[in-house]
């Protein structure tokens, strides 16, 4: 065989060789010529193991009160100090007294939640609609105030409420809890679903403005369509926080008639401050409506949240 034809074949055989092959070949020469064996993706690996054992530590810790929340909530009628690691035998007494004497409570804070999540809503739609696309003078100065009215504090807010409530005959009632906790979530609710319509392409409500569709027709069977993620976004931060509402429930009300389970849970641990397994129970029972609806609206949280960055 010439020379030629040797070389010629050796040419052919490493073209042909798989590339993991010429990789392997390229590190035994490195190897030999002095620089050691090379270790592929040695350091980009303990750092991934070290960063998912770092954020592990983060989530027990964080889950941690969940978790002795629960675990007291099982435990025999007693006080926190004397309650074991685990569950062992595990009593739900708490739960029935929870429900028996919590139950109107809880039943109050559904009421007022899912009727300032329709209100809120109701009211900022149109409101982030207009602003998103109508050319409305002084819009800049509207979305400050908005921004604005967000730093208020809560307690600044209650006060104003208790002397026109006062004045109104809205203490003590579900409406006026309502109207209260939808005006802390409806310029929230602006921002997130204004975000949202300032990506939308107009060229689509254009096409509906065409086919004879006014504003109102145009905004309710194309624009709420559309903007389904930013709703549901925009509608549960405000469900979440008038769930988790206690400034307004405890500076709105005077009596027992209307008591969101916020208040209730406040005014429970002085009355049994010694049987922490029902206070424990009634708190476990107040997260699990935040816990499911957080699951279930999980994918457009995120689409809702993040739409609004990029056009």
């Not at 054992?53 to 810790?61: D, G």
């Amino acid at each position: 065989m010439s020379e030629e034809t040797m070389t010629t074949t050796k040419i052919t055989t490493r073209r042909s060789a798989p590339a993991s092959a010429r990789k392997a070949s390229a590190r035994n020469r490195i190897a030999s010529k002095g620089a050691g064996p090379v270790r592929s993706g040695t350091g980009p690996e303990r750092k991934k193991w070290g960063y998912t054992v770092l954020a592990i530590v983060f989530l027990a810790i964080m889950l941690f009160p969940v978790y002795w929340m629960v675990n007291a909530s099982l435990q025999p009628n007693g006080t926190t100090l004397e309650t074991s690691w685990l569950p062992l035998k595990p009593d739900f007494t708490g739960y029935a007294t929870a429900i028996s004497e919590q139950g109107g409570n809880l039943a109050t804070s559904l009421v007022i939640s899912l009727g300032s999540v329709v209100l809120s809503l109701a009211i900022a739609a149109p409101a982030a609609y207009a602003l998103a696309y109508f050319k409305v003078k002084g819009a800049g100065v509207v979305l400050f105030a908005i921004l604005i009215s967000q730093m208020i504090p809560g307690i600044v807010v209650a006060n104003a409420l208790y002397t026109a409530y006062n004045d109104l005959g809205l203490l003590n009632s579900i409406p006026g809890l309502i109207l209260a906790d939808s005006a802390h979530g409806i310029p929230f609710a602006i921002l997130i679903i204004r975000a949202f319509m300032n990506g939308m392409p107009a060229s689509v409500i254009e096409a509906a403005r065409v086919d004879g569709a006014g504003h109102v027709r145009a905004f309710w069977s194309i624009v709420v369509p559309l903007s389904r993620n930013s709703l549901i976004t925009a509608g549960l931060f405000t469900f979440l926080f008038t769930w988790s509402d206690f400034l307004f429930a405890l500076t709105l009300t005077t009596t027992e008639a209307v008591r969101p389970v916020t208040l209730g849970i406040f005014q429970y641990i002085g009355a049994y401050v010694n049987d922490w397994s029902s206070v424990m129970a009634t708190a476990v029972l107040a997260s699990i409506p935040a816990i499911i609806l957080l699951v279930a609206a999980q994918k457009y949280i995120a689409a809702g949240t993040a739409s609004g960055a990029v056009k």
